[in-house]
């Protein structure tokens, strides 16, 4: 029996984008051509373009879904942990977690950063969109009259900032172990979180 | 009269160097070819090999020049500001300062991460001798009392980052002012400062 048109094809679009991933990690991103993409997938080539403008929307379609399983997986958390600081540190360890079993997503969004315009517009998109969650949970904390009334954007790119930094020590440089990242990003947020606690 | 040896030679050193980051910013880093450093600074052959190895050894010579230069702005403001905590804050308006004084510099540094294992050296040299001094500078905080004992790395690693993260928005995405990332960089340092102050 064939499987629905609409599960089909959900499939032929995350078969795809694996397959991708996969030859971004290894012949690097930029060495990758479409044509490459489509004979490892086994698709036609009408069929790429059915899914996909070019390799920046299959790149940007990567890390939507990544920003996606980051939020998911902390929205979760949150139905279980209620206290606004410990939410603030564990979900800081979770969203490392969630990079580390992610790794070779993890070392695209590293590796890529910088090179030219279409890829910094993705790249923007994936940071703006856990910046805006990042600045909510603070928000959240402020209202709540846990936090202090401090400026919130600049703590939310620090966030970010700072598990993207330890990442990349992880993931490209191999400067640090998996645990010894997520453990100096929780730290870091232990200590910036005494910042942020009312009296 | 001909300059003193010594003199002439570290004044073509520098001269390689300025040749080389013009067409670093010009053309791009990878892009860039050691014949195009040796015709545009005018140098023969055998004089750019008597100063660097290779293209990544100009990169590090630069980037070791521009660290020496953030130290030393800040090792400078050190001798007529002693309160701790206005250092902790001020050092990263100067810093920030010095990147935006050196966009040719800062846009290199913002752009060719990740891209090879011998630029990943070099880029890693600069930021360790960064946060090494960073770190030297919280411990001292915690040895006159001033600051909590907290784990120092973590600290420092997201003091980078959130510098490395802001610097990039400006110079690379020019998502925002010079302006903007100096006041959100020292904005993240009066939170996090809170979090670092004994009681």
Redesign the interface.
């Known amino acids: 029996m064939p499987l629905p048109e609409l599960k089909q094809s959900k499939e032929r679009r995350q078969h795809l984008l694996r397959s991708s991933l996969q030859l971004f990690i290894a012949k690097g991103y930029f060495n990758t051509a479409i044509r490459d993409i489509i004979t490892v997938s086994g698709v036609g080539t009408g069929t790429f373009y059915n899914y996909f403008v070019d390799k920046e929307d299959v790149l940007k379609a990567l890390l939507e879904e990544f920003a996606e399983q980051i939020i998911t997986s902390i929205s979760q958390y949150y139905q279980v942990e209620e206290d606004i600081y410990e939410r603030f540190v564990e979900t800081k360890r979770i969203t490392m977690q969630v990079f580390a079993a992610n790794q070779d997503l993890s070392e695209l969004y ?6 030219s315009e279409p890829i ?1 517009r993705c790249l ?1 998109d994936f940071e703006d969109k856990l910046i805006s969650f990042y600045s909510r949970n603070i928000e959240y904390g402020i209202k709540k009259g846990r936090f ?1 009334k ?2 919130v ?3 939310a ?2 966030i ?3 598990e ?3 990442l ?2 992880w993931v ?2 191999k ?1 640090i172990s998996q645990a010894e990242m997520i453990e ?2 929780v ?2 947020h ?7 606690l009312a009296d």
């Open positions: 590293s590796r890529v950063a910088g090179a910094d923007k202090r401090v400026p954007a600049p703590v790119h620090s970010l900032a700072t993207k930094f330890l990349y020590k490209v440089l400067d100096m990003v730290s870091f232990e200590t910036l979180a005494q910042g942020l």
